[in-house]
C-alpha cells in the first residue's frame, strides 16, 4: 500500500506495482534479444560493409545490455510479486533493483546513440535487412526511453519529498501532534497539499478564465481533496485493488441475502396507485430532463437519424428566437429540445444556455399535457459544471417554517439561487402564470440538474405550495435531514440500479475509504492477483473469489492504527484508521454533516439474474425506499451505466409501457432497499 520510497523520495506507485509494466517489458525486451541474436548469428559475426567494426561491436553490446536488462526486470517482476499489500517486508529489495534498472539505462542511451551514428554515417553498402534492424533497435531503445520518461512523471508525487523521521523511541509511523514541532509540520503538510491541488484544477481547467469565482471554487475544491487523502498513504492501484475485493464481497453478500418479501396491492390500493401514477409522471418529467442537454444528449440517442435531424435546423435564421434562446448560437440545443420533448416553440417562455460555474443552463415551457409550467435544469455538460458539483462543503439554507438544522450542497445550492432570482426576479414565472394562471409549477432535472432542481423546489414552496419536482439520479450528498423531510411532500427522487451519483457525499466516500482500508489490510493475496482476478470477475462474471484474510492473526487494537509502510507519511489521530474496527464508530459517523438525498426515493432495479447475455429481454420493478437505503456506495460495472439520463429514461419507459428492452452488459443485482 505505501508509495515506494527510492530517490530520497515517496512516488505515486507502490513496491508491489512493477509485476505488469515489468513483466511487459520483460516480454518485449526477450524478443529484442532473440531478433539480435538471430541476426548476429545469421551473419556470423562477420559484415561485408563500411564501418563492419562498429556494427559488430553495437550488436555484442547491445546483446549484454538486453541481457542485463532481462535479468534486472526478471529480478523485479519476482519481487514485485511476492507479500502483500500492507505487507512490503518480502520486497525490501526493490529499491536496490529500481537503482540498477536505472544504472542499466546509462549504456542503453549510449548504445542508442552509436546506433543511430553508425545508421547515419557507417551503414553505406550493408544488406538493408541489417540496417532496418539496426533502425529498429535504436528506434525501440528510444521509444522505450520516451516511455520510461512519461512513467516518471506520471508517478511523480509532489508531496513526497523526505518527511521528517520519528524520533527512535517512537514507533515508526507514529508522532506527537500535540508538540509545537509536530503541528508545524501537519500545517505546512495541509498547505503544501492544498497548493498541490490547486496547481492540479487549475492545469486541468486551464481553458477556463482564471477569474475570483473560479479561483474561490479551485481553493474550496483542494481543500476538500486534500482533506480526504491527508490520512491515507494509498496509491491509485491499492484503490483498485480494494473495489475489486468490494464488488465481490457485495455480490457474496447478495447472494446470500434472501430474497426481498414483496407486498403486492390490489389495483384499487392507495400505495398502488401512487407509485402508478409517480412512475407516469416520472417518464412524462424525464424527456425533459434530459432534453434539457441539448443537442449532445439528442445525438448520443439518436445516433443515426439524429444528425440528419439537427443538420436542417442548427444553421437556419431565426431572429426572433434568439431573444429567447441565450448562449445558442446556432440553434442546435433549441432544436434538439424542440425534437425531444415535442413542443411547439411558441409553449417556451425562457431557454437559456449561459453556463459559469454556479450557473447552468435551464428552460421554462408550458407543458399543455400535464398542464404545467415545466422548469428543466441541465445536468454536467462542461468543466463549469464539474466545479460545481466539487463545490460539496454544506452551505447555510434557512427556510420559514423548517425546524432544525438547514444545509445544503454548496455548489448546487448557489446555482438555485442563481435560477431563483432569473425566475422570480426577471419576472419569468409572472409570464409564465400570466399565460395560463390554471397550470401548476413543476421542476425537472437529472444529476446536477436533480439537485439544483430540488434546492429550487425548496426554495420556491412557500410562493407554489402545489408546486411538485421530480428529481432524476440526484446526488446523495445534497440536503440537511431537516431539509430532506420537508422535500418529502412535493419532492420525488427516481433511482435507477447501482447508481453511483446518489450514493455520492462526502462521508459515504469516507466509509467507501475505510471499507478499502479494512478490506486490502486484511487481505492477503498478492495486489497483482488481486487485479488479474477482479478484471476476470468484471469481464466474464463467475462466482466471487472467496479471498482469505489475516483477520485471525491480527489483534483488534493493531487495527485502528495507521498501516505501516515502507517510509509512514501517516499520522496518528486518524478518523478513517480508528474505524477500522467497527463499522459504526463514531470518529467516522462524526467527521462530516450528514447530508442527504431530496423528497421520496423511487427506486428502480432490473429483474432477473445478475448477468445475462447481450440480447436477453429485460423487466425492471419499481419500489418506494428511503434515503438511508443509499448510505453506502456499492461497487458495479453498472455504477456509471445507471446514472446516463438515456438508461434511466428507457427504464421509466420501460415500467410504464410494459416494453422489453435489451441492455448489455447487465450486471444488476436485485435491489436491497424497502420493497412495496
Not at 448562449?327 to 432544436?335: A, K, Q, R, T, Y
Not at 433511482?495 to 457525499?505: A, C, F, H, M, Q
Not at 419507459?653 to 422489453?660: I, K, W
Amino acid at each position: 500500500m505505501p508509495g515506494v520510497v527510492v530517490f530520497g523520495r515517496r512516488w505515486g506507485i507502490a513496491s508491489d506495482d512493477l509485476v505488469f509494466p515489468g513483466s511487459f517489458e520483460l516480454f518485449v525486451r526477450v524478443l529484442w534479444w532473440i531478433g539480435t541474436m538471430i541476426l548476429f548469428t545469421y551473419h556470423k559475426s562477420h559484415f561485408d560493409c563500411n564501418g563492419k567494426g562498429v556494427l559488430h561491436s553495437y550488436l555484442v553490446g547491445l546483446l549484454v545490455v538486453l541481457a542485463l536488462i532481462i535479468l534486472s526486470l526478471c529480478a523485479i517482476v519476482y519481487v514485485s510479486a511476492q507479500g502483500t499489500i500492507t505487507n512490503p517486508g518480502a520486497r525490501r529489495s526493490i529499491p536496490a533493483l529500481v537503482y540498477l534498472r536505472a544504472l542499466l539505462y546509462i549504456p542503453e542511451l549510449v548504445w542508442a546513440c552509436l546506433g543511430a551514428v553508425w545508421v547515419s554515417d557507417d551503414s553505406q553498402g550493408c544488406d538493408p535487412a541489417t540496417v532496418g534492424a539496426v533502425i529498429a533497435a535504436v528506434v525501440a531503445s528510444w521509444i522505450i526511453l520516451l516511455f520510461t520518461g512519461l512513467g516518471v512523471v506520471f508517478v511523480f508525487d509532489p508531496l513526497g519529498n523526505p518527511r521528517p523521521q520519528p524520533a527512535a523511541m517512537e514507533p515508526l509511523g507514529v508522532r506527537d501532534m500535540e508538540s509545537s514541532e509536530g503541528t508545524q509540520f501537519l500545517s505546512t503538510a495541509r498547505s503544501l497539499a492544498v497548493k498541490v491541488w490547486e496547481s492540479r484544477l487549475r492545469l486541468l481547467c486551464c481553458c477556463l478564465p482564471q477569474d475570483e469565482s473560479h479561483r474561490a471554487a479551485f481553493s474550496s475544491i483542494a481543500q476538500l481533496f486534500s482533506g480526504f487523502f491527508s490520512d491515507t498513504d494509498l496509491v491509485p492501484s491499492d484503490i483498485a485493488a480494494g473495489l475489486a475485493l468490494l464488488h465481490q464481497e457485495q455480490d457474496k453478500m447478495e447472494q446470500s441475502r434472501d430474497p426481498d418479501n414483496i407486498v403486492t396491492h390490489s389495483p384499487s390500493s392507495p400505495i398502488g396507485e401512487d407509485l402508478e401514477t409517480e412512475l407516469e409522471k416520472a417518464a412524462h418529467c424525464m424527456q425533459f430532463a434530459a432534453a434539457a442537454y441539448g443537442w449532445p444528449m439528442y445525438i448520443y440517442s439518436n445516433p443515426f437519424t439524429g444528425p440528419c435531424k439537427l443538420s436542417g435546423d442548427c444553421c437556419r435564421s431565426r431572429a426572433a428566437e434568439y431573444e429567447i434562446v441565450g448562449g445558442d448560437h446556432l440553434g442546435c440545443h433549441f432544436s434538439s429540445i424542440l425534437h425531444s420533448t415535442g413542443l411547439q416553440y411558441r409553449d417556451f417562455i425562457y431557454v437559456s444556455f449561459h453556463n459559469q460555474i454556479y450557473e447552468i443552463p435551464f428552460f421554462v415551457a408550458l407543458d399543455h399535457k400535464r398542464e404545467a409550467v415545466l422548469v428543466a435544469v441541465r445536468g454536467t455538460l462542461s468543466l463549469k459544471d464539474v466545479l460545481t458539483d466539487l463545490s460539496a462543503e454544506c452551505e447555510n439554507l434557512p427556510i420559514e417554517g423548517v425546524s432544525g438544522a438547514c444545509y445544503a450542497h454548496k455548489g448546487m445550492c448557489q446555482a438555485a439561487g442563481y435560477i431563483y432570482k432569473k425566475l422570480v426576479n426577471d419576472g419569468i414565472l409572472n409570464q409564465a402564470f400570466s399565460i395560463a394562471p390554471e397550470y401548476k409549477l413543476v421542476i425537472t432535472g437529472h444529476s446536477l440538474g436533480a439537485g439544483t432542481a430540488s434546492l429550487l423546489a425548496i426554495l420556491l414552496r412557500n410562493s407554489f405550495p402545489t408546486l411538485q419536482c421530480y428529481s432524476f439520479s440526484p446526488p446523495g450528498g445534497l440536503l440537511s435531514k431537516a431539509l430532506a423531510d420537508y422535500s418529502k411532500d412535493f419532492v420525488v427522487s427516481v433511482v435507477l440500479g447501482k447508481d453511483l451519483v446518489p450514493r455520492l457525499s462526502i462521508p459515504n466516500m469516507e466509509d467507501l475509504k475505510r471499507r478499502i482500508l479494512k478490506i486490502v489490510s486484511n487481505c492477503n493475496k498478492p495486489k497483482y492477483r488481486i487485479l488479474l482476478q477482479g478484471c476476470w470477475y468484471e469481464l466474464f462474471g463467475g462466482d466471487p473469489d472467496d479471498f482469505p484474510t489475516e483477520m485471525d492473526n491480527r489483534r483488534e487494537e493493531e487495527l485502528s492504527q495507521p498501516l505501516l509502510g515502507e517510509e509512514s507519511l501517516m499520522i496518528r489521530h486518524s478518523s478513517s484508521y480508528q474505524s477500522l474496527a467497527s463499522d459504526d464508530s463514531p470518529a467516522h459517523t462524526a467527521a462530516h454533516l450528514p447530508l442527504f438525498l431530496p423528497g421520496r426515493v423511487l427506486h428502480i432495479t432490473e429483474d432477473g439474474p445478475t448477468r445475462r447475455s447481450c440480447f436477453s429481454q429485460v423487466r425492471y420493478r419499481a419500489e418506494w425506499s428511503n434515503e438511508m437505503a443509499f448510505r453506502s456506495i456499492m461497487i458495479s460495472p453498472r455504477m456509471l451505466a445507471d446514472h446516463m439520463p438515456d438508461a434511466v429514461l428507457r427504464a421509466l419507459s420501460s415500467l410504464t409501457s410494459d416494453r422489453l428492452f435489451s441492455l448489455c452488459p447487465s450486471s444488476l443485482n436485485n435491489s436491497q432497499h424497502n420493497t412495496i
